[in-house]
Each structure stands twice: as structure tokens, then as C-alpha cells.
């Protein structure tokens, strides 16, 4: 009876040890993110970058952006054009779905139409530029082709624009954006259902390098590794994205319930910069400083001009900086970030001028303009919420009532959805090569961000998309931020070097504004 009972103790302690070396086997990382995700559905992607990163990795996009601001083949091998009119987009061959089907040219051109179904229409996209697609972006009910898309074999398609269109802009908007669906497995769902198809929640054939698992949009999503990942099966079993509050994340990282934190997805808030590089479990990474924090005025409900130019004048961003963000940070005015080809230090700075605010505040108020705002603000950006506080108390003593609202990043993409808003102000980061997707969307005359466009930024845009000098295209862009500061429909806060993190144990991860996930199959744990 001794011998069998020890036996059986061994044969326990076996077990207990091969279980615990197979929990270890399948390893898992934990991502910390500070805003509540929107949707895991492709077509119901908005512009954050947290909904198309979380979403991305269950369907890949064409291309993507690397940590250099280059574009690198992810589903497409190549994406080219001849007079930036006609472009040719190559499938790669090896790329296939989960199931093994292999990923064709009549899937990108089935996911093009359906984003441009009008029962399914992703807004995000700028379908309105394609041939045969109506300036609204959307094309009939139900229709079987889009007259500027054309398969040319399983492995190729060719997609005919309206209009110029650079390179950059094509392969930023369509490549990076265009999350491709399976054809095969789509095909017959009624479109009015795809936006709301349960399917998507738990989808069981994918292109991307995770599975959906388990979600709850407003505290986390869990993933599973895809064994049949095209590029490679991810090394991490398990990835997880947990929703937090900026002040939990140095705890976080300093316990190692965060194993990551990418810069446009989680929020490490500034006073927390310091404390965070000193974790000796935790690499910090600074990023170059291409996140501005844009503050948009809505001209149709703010008319009068001297309003919204008072609101640059009259916020003493220079000052906020230095207090607030130190060498975190550093000021401009329009669109472009110092990183960006395109960027002219022509512009210059506009100068804080409290007194020019406030006479043009009183000649507006005078003509009949209202001097009562609502002003929006993202509840995951602390330090700028503590910046707008500021201003507002300056505001009121130049005669500006301003109200501020502070709500998260899902609620502020309703407010802007919905035109809501007298102001608001989101961190808001551009592909430094390709200023024209977000720029154009941002200013033109649908947009509900500001309503706002001239005849000058429509033609300074419409030019920069046919010209190729980048000399040539920075003067365009200058003309377009020269609008800025004259008619003031957006305004720059600060441009911020956002921080990322990782734990030392998580090998091959490198956070950053761009690039994080491009080899999330090859992270691995020590």
C-alpha cells in the first residue's frame, strides 16, 4: 500500500507539473488600450486607430504603415499606378484565409462594393473617388460591380479614380483601410444585415493572425492565435486587449498585468512619462512626434470667423506646453507635424494675443454672433483636458462662455456624427506621407468634423494629389494651412511625442505609432 500510494503521489506530481508546463506553453500578452472599442466589425469601422488595430488583426488590410512611415505588402504584394489615375493592386499568392482558401482579387473587389453599398456603406473609405461611385460614396443597392474596378485575374484588379490621386493617398486609404472579407463566406448575406451580422463577433475564417475569442467592447476583446496564419503562426497563444483608465497603466506595466501599450491606443498620461521609463520590467519607446492635438471648430453652427479666429489667438498654447508637456511636446499650426515631407516652417506659429482675441470677440458679439460654445473634449487625454479648462477661464475674461463636456472617445465620434458640437478636440494622428486622406475628409464640405472648405483648399488639394515633386506639393499644403489660421475651422494644440511600453519578457514587440502589429505572429515571451 506505502509503495502504491507513492506511486500514485508521483504520478500526481507528474501531472501537476506537465499542467503547469503546458499553461506556460501557451503563452499569453496582455495589451492595455484606454478607450472603449467601437466595433469589431470591418464595415463598421470608424477613423480611431484603436477599432482598426483590434479589428486588423482578425482581417488584414492590403498594406501597411512600418515604424519608418513606409508602406509594406500585407495582403497585396504590390500596389502601383502609371499616371496616378489607373492603379494595379497584386494579391500576394501565398496569401490565404483560414479555412485555406486562397485570398483573391474578387475578394478586395467584393469588399470594395460592399463598402460602397449604400445598406452597408463604410463612411471611413473615400469610395466617392472611384469611377462609377457617386459623389456621396455609394453606389446602387445591391450591385454586382463598380464600373472602375475591374478582375483581371484571381490574383489582380485594376481601380479607375475620378480624379488624380497620389499614390500615397490610394495606398493609405484603400491599402491600410480596406479590411478585405471573404468573398466566399459573404457573398450571400443580404447586405442590410452585414452591418449588424453576428458573424462578425466571432468570425470562423479570417486573414489575419487572431481569432476573436471573447469580447466585451467596453472592458476587453480576447484573441486566439490563427494556426494558419499565411504569414507565419503567431508564437503568443492568447492576446488580450484590456480597456483601462490612463491611471491604471503604470500600475499596470509595473505589476505585469500590462504586457504592452501602443502610443495611438493606450494613453500613458504625461506626468506618468518619467515614472514608467524607470520600470526596470518595462522597455519605454519614445515615438517621433506625429499626434496632434487638433481642436475643430463647426462653421455651421460657429459662422462668424473672428469667433473661431479668437479661439486661436486666444489659447496660450506656448505656455500650456512648457507647463504641461515640457519636452514632450512642441507647437505648430494647421495640419502637418515636422515629420510629415510636406511640413514648411514658412507657416510659422500664430502668436497668443489675448487683446486681438477679445476685440474680436466684442465685434462679433456686437454684429449678433453668439458668444456661448460647447467645447468637446476626450476624457482619455487628462493633460489636454486640464489645457481646455485653462483656456476656458482665459475665454470668459475676453467674453467667450464656453462649456465643457468631457466625454470618451466612442461618444465623441457620436458627437461628430451627429454635428453636435460647437468645438471639440481629439488627438488625431495622419500618415506623415499622406496628409490628403484626413485633411480632405476633415475640411471638406461633408465633412461633420467642420463643414467647412473654399474654393482655394479645394484646388490646393486637388493639385497636390496630380503633382509629384514634394516641393511642389508642400507649397499646396501650405496654402491649405494658411486657410487655417485665416478662417480657423481647425486648430492645432500641440503636437506630442506619445510613449509606448513593453515588458522586458515580451521579445520582438517594438510599440509605436506605426508598424506595432506588422509582426505580431513573431512576438514571443521569454
Known sequence: MKKLLSLVLTLALLLTAFATVHAEDEK????????????????AMDATEIVKYATSLVFQSLVEADSELNFVPVIAESITTEDNLNFTIKVKEDAVWSDGTPITAQDVEFTLIVAADPQCANISLAMYSIVG??????????????????????????????????????TNNFGRYALILPRHILQDVPRAELLTYEWFNHPDVIS????????????????????????????????????VAPSQLLAGLQSGEIDLIQQTMGAIPVEDYDAVKALPNVSAVDSTPIT???VFVNVAKV?????????LYGMDRQAMLENLLGDSGTLVDG???????????????TAYDPDKAAQLIAEAKADGASTDLTWYVSSEESVWGNAVQYFAAMFEEMGLNITIRTVDLANLMTVVSEGGHDILSVEYTMMPADPYTDVAWLIGGQSLWTGYTSPATDE?????????????????YLVVNRAMQQDAPVISGWVIAKLGAVNNRIVNAHPDVYGTFLNVQDWDVQ
Request: no cysteine; charged share 15%; hydrophobic share 40%.
Open 303 to 311: 459662422t462668424d470667423e473672428r469667433i473661431r479666429q479668437a479661439l
Open 133 to 170: 461611385v457617386s459623389d456621396n460614396g455609394v453606389i446602387e443597392q445591391n450591385a454586382a460591380s463598380i464600373e472602375g474596378i475591374r478582375v483581371v485575374d484571381d490574383k489582380t484588379l485594376t481601380v479607375a479614380t475620378k480624379y488624380p490621386t497620389a499614390l500615397s493617398t490610394f
Open 460 to 476: 490646393a488639394l486637388a493639385l497636390s494629389q496630380s503633382l509629384t515633386d514634394e516641393k511642389e506639393i508642400a507649397a499646396q
Open 335 to 349: 495640419f502637418l507635424v515636422p515629420a510629415s515631407p510636406y511640413f514648411s516652417q514658412e507657416l510659422g506659429v
Open 28 to 43: 499569453s500578452v496582455n495589451i492595455g488600450v484606454t478607450s472603449t472599442i467601437a466595433t469589431l466589425n470591418p464595415l
Open 208 to 243: 489575419g493572425p487572431y481569432f476573436i475569442n471573447d469580447f466585451d467592447l467596453q472592458h476587453y476583446v480576447h484573441y486566439v492565435a490563427n494556426e494558419n496564419y499565411f504569414l507565419g503562426a503567431p508564437k503568443i497563444k492568447y492576446l488580450n486587449i484590456n480597456v
Open 292 to 294: 496632434n492635438e487638433l
